[in-house]
């Protein structure tokens, strides 16, 4: 399953250059769908009976919302990466192992990451509201804009200005790891071993029910809940253990440029290419300093080694990303419509277009560069 998602990273002092927390996430989606970037303010809703339309499903809402920042596929609710006012950013991978994922439609882990984005100004809070909201809603439905089902369970890094999290499902059941300095990354995989800081209460039971755990050796759950061998985990070739080894190589001088340029790795696999492409990408500057702001980076378009990343801070009175948002279909949009995803419409916002037009003129090495400037 591993060539399917994405790769998430955090460096925390002191393995950064300056007292802040830097986040980095590339998003590897199907090669022909479109991610866009897009501002949603703070809201209140008055109403106690709201209810709020997920990609699939509806779920209560909060009586206050925080102002997000999304980079997300066009054609769903949720966002595969973000950050919100108060400065707390999520990515999600998707992760499979021994439970048995449901196709049934429920929240998907996009869904979970704006929902921890919307509803928490901490990191450890938005840990509670995903962990809350799944036990309550649970993870399911289609990834995909297609007829082909593709769904998975899903793992997440949650950073705020002080400290990052990682949290790891497998159905409702989850292990959480506190991370306070140095760097952590996360790929399509369980990481979280024996290292665990919250974890769902039945967790542990479960897995002895299912013959998955003896309830006597020390319980790893990457291990149990999955088919790793753990103990070559850092040594085994993939994305995982080559991002790994990309922080560890940059510790204690990484800066945002140093993300972005893992980000930009292909030998790697980081930076992917093929049927699943790197969609978009984002990095984000997290000072300890409450008085000076953090800075969230995305690229909007594919490829990060071909993408410009492009700054975003959070400020009193921001218009609507027009550039990087795409077109709206209404009630007409196949997602909404049962059965779902008949037609897949073009969702290419005006910034993506440009990028293509560039990318022709480069690859062919002829035409204008005047004719594809950005408004």
Same mark, same amino acid.
Request: negative net charge.
């Given at each position: ?193 024996? &290292?665990? !800081?919250?974890? *769902? @209460? ?11 755990? #003896?309830? %006597? ?126 037609? &897949?419409? !073009?969702?290419? *916002? @005006? ?11 480069? #690859?062919? %090495? ?10």
């Amino acid at each position: 399953m591993e060539p399917c998602s994405c790769d998430t990273f955090v460096a925390l002092p002191p393995a950064t250059v300056g007292n802040g927390i830097i986040f980095g996430k590339n998003s590897d989606r199907l090669c022909d769908e479109v991610q866009e970037v897009v501002y949603f303010p703070a809201a209140v809703h008055d109403n106690p009976r709201e209810h709020l339309q997920c990609t699939y499903i509806e779920i209560d809402q909060v009586p206050e919302t925080y102002a997000v920042v999304l980079s997300r596929p066009a054609w769903l609710w949720g966002a595969e990466m973000g950050a919100n006012e108060h400065g707390v950013c999520i990515g999600n991978e998707a992760v499979w192992g021994r439970e048995e994922v449901c196709d049934e439609e429920a929240l998907l882990g996009m869904d979970l990451v704006r929902l921890g984005l919307e509803r928490a100004d901490t990191a450890e809070k938005a840990l509670n509201v995903i962990v809350d909201l799944l036990e309550k809603y649970g993870q399911g439905g289609n990834c995909s804009e297609s007829t082909m089902v593709f769904s998975y369970h899903n793992s997440f890094l949650i950073a705020d200005r002080n400290e990052a999290w990682i949290l790891e499902t497998a159905g409702k059941y989850w292990a959480a790891e506190k991370v306070r300095e140095g760097v952590r990354n996360i790929s399509n995989q369980l990481s979280i071993t024996i &290292k665990i !800081d919250q974890e *769902h @209460p039945d967790m542990r039971n479960y897995a002895k029910q299912k013959g998955w755990w #003896d309830g %006597k050796k020390e319980f790893d759950f990457a291990a149990t809940y999955s088919y790793l061998d753990t103990a070559k985990m850092m040594i085994s070739p993939g994305r995982y253990c080559e991002g790994y080894k990309l922080l560890n190589k940059h510790k204690g001088n990484i800066t945002f440029e140093t993300m972005m340029e893992i980000l930009r790795d292909k030998p790697s696999g980081i930076n992917m290419e093929g049927e699943f492409l790197t969609t978009a990408s984002m990095v984000s500057i997290l000072p300890q300093d409450s008085s000076l702001p953090c800075i969230h980076f995305f690229t909007g378009t594919p490829d990060p080694e071909r993408s410009i990343f492009k700054p975003f801070i959070f400020v009193p009175n921001i218009p609507p990303l027009l550039d990087t948002s795409s077109p709206t279909f209404a009630l007409e949009d196949p997602v909404k419509k049962k059965p779902r995803f008949q037609f &897949k419409p !073009d969702r290419r *916002h @005006p910034l993506y277009q440009k990028h293509q037009q560039a990318l022709e003129i480069i #690859d062919k %090495k002829e035409g204008n560069f005047h004719n594809v400037r950005s408004p």
